[in-house]
């Protein structure tokens, strides 16, 4: 029994349901509660640039060859293009076949403004997209020094502090991570506050899609990629639950990524292909938000009677594969990428996204969610694959998980 009062997952599970209490029978209140929320994620953050920095960094000038470091790059960005095109896929699969969107009465549902989303979405440049996105700009910043601090002859004068830095970065983080459960709490009172369990309703079916698309796509796309190196979903899942349940109160795969990058290096993931994949995942590799993204497009065609073609759908699937790759940094990204997107085909109203904008909050949870494990298995395959990963590790993190908070 101490070991449960003592065990954080326990806390922030024991913070959701409080949080969904709340939310449902005192909803003033509970949308107050959404600074808690805020501001865990601002602290996490905090943490993120500096570990990606000196994870990437280090990670690279440990190499020695920086044609591996090119080699695990092109292995990354090829991974997250089949992976995120068979997520779409998916979703576009699903979506015909399910048909969410037949019947929906547009009457029940209430409207919300997306003017500032497609305004955005109209305005939506590269150049602004990396320019919002400090990720990936503290990605690129961390491999020019790294592959700068490779070629330098002294460079352990330099990597040993760095190593010292990173340790008590750590340390330091996983003090933070006690305020989990009021991070947690605040972004689900939040949630169920302002939005109530009642908008589920009329678009029930969408969501309940959603979920089901997603966790087919962790258990058997994911599964299967992990079961060929012989690693158990189910194991994984059950190591890195404290994070999912972190990611799933604050609907933001980013209050976690410290925390994964750490656990993944633990149970046998180099440190310089975890820095890598990881923070390049976080912009490239979201095959929640992908999966979301096809159905949303299928279920508005649906809901306006558009009869889509063939050709039709292979354009909106191709239209998807380069507005998907927008979809991180930029607030209400999955908005923006739907607008654009429906901007670029042309044939359903851009108005309805307004439909969508009670249950999205909901559907974010299935989002990161994915995302967030989708990043995880990216690192152990590609580790696996690089032949840098120690198996040996995995067994003891798996059969007895250390517990640092």
């Known amino acids: 029994m101490k070991k449960v009062f003592t065990n954080l997952t326990f806390w922030v599970l024991i913070a959701i349901i409080a949080a969904i209490i709340l939310g449902n029978f005192y909803p003033d209140t509970a949308v107050k509660m959404k600074v808690l929320g805020d ?71 209430k409207a919300g403004d997306i003017s500032s989303y497609v305004k955005q979405a109209n305005t939506f440049t590269w150049f602004g997209f ?34 010292v830095a990173s340790k008590y970065v750590f340390k330091t983080l996983h003090f933070v991570m006690y305020l989990a459960p009021l991070g947690a709490f605040g972004g689900m009172a939040y949630t169920i506050g302002k939005f109530g369990l009642h908008t589920l309703l009329p678009l ?3 969501m309940i899609c959603v979920y089901i698309t997603c966790i087919c796509f962790i258990f058997i796309v994911l599964g299967l990629l992990l079961r ?8 994984f899942l059950k190591y890195i ?18 925390s994964l990058i750490e656990k993944l290096e633990r149970m046998g ?20 938000t992908t999966i979301y993204l096809s159905m949303s497009v299928l279920f508005l065609a649906q809901v306006y009677n558009v009869d889509l073609s063939l050709h039709q759908i292979i354009i909106i699937i191709g239209v998807l594969l380069i507005t998907s790759k927008g979809a991180a ?8 990428v739907l607008a654009s997107t429906l901007t670029a085909v042309k044939v359903i ?14 559907m974010s949870e299935a989002r990161a969610l994915t995302n967030f494990i989708g990043n995880g298995v990216a690192t152990i395959v590609l580790s696996n694959n690089e032949k840098e990963f120690e198996r040996s590790k995995m067994l003891v993190a798996f059969n007895k998980p250390e517990v640092k908070h």
């Open 39 to 109: 501001d865990f994620i601002a602290l996490i953050k905090y943490f993120i640039y500096p570990i990606i920095l000196l994870t990437i960094s280090l990670g690279i000038s440990n190499m020695g060859d920086l044609k591996k470091a090119g080699r695990v790059g092109g292995k990354a960005i090829l991974y997250f293009e089949i992976i995120t095109t068979f997520a779409l896929c998916i979703g576009i699969i699903v979506s015909h076949a399910v048909k969410p969107g037949s019947g929906v009465d547009i009457l029940s549902i």
């Open 130 to 163: 990396l320019k919002e996105n400090p990720t990936l700009q503290i990605v690129i910043v961390a491999i020019i020094f790294g592959i700068w601090l490779s070629k330098f002859r002294q460079k352990q004068k330099i990597i040993q502090p760095l190593s």
């Open 204 to 206: 029930g079916k969408l």
């Open 228 to 235: 060929y190196y012989n690693i158990s979903i189910f194991k």
């Open 241 to 258: 639950s404290e994070e999912l349940l972190i990611v799933l109160g604050t609907s933001s795969s980013e209050a976690a990524l410290p």
């Open 269 to 288: 993931c180099s440190q310089s292909v975890t820095g890598l994949v990881v923070p390049a995942g976080y912009s490239f590799n979201l095959d929640g």
């Open 329 to 336: 940094g930029v607030t209400g990204s999955g908005f923006i």
């Open 349 to 362: 109203p851009v108005e309805g996204l307004a439909f969508l904008l009670g249950v999205d909050r909901f």
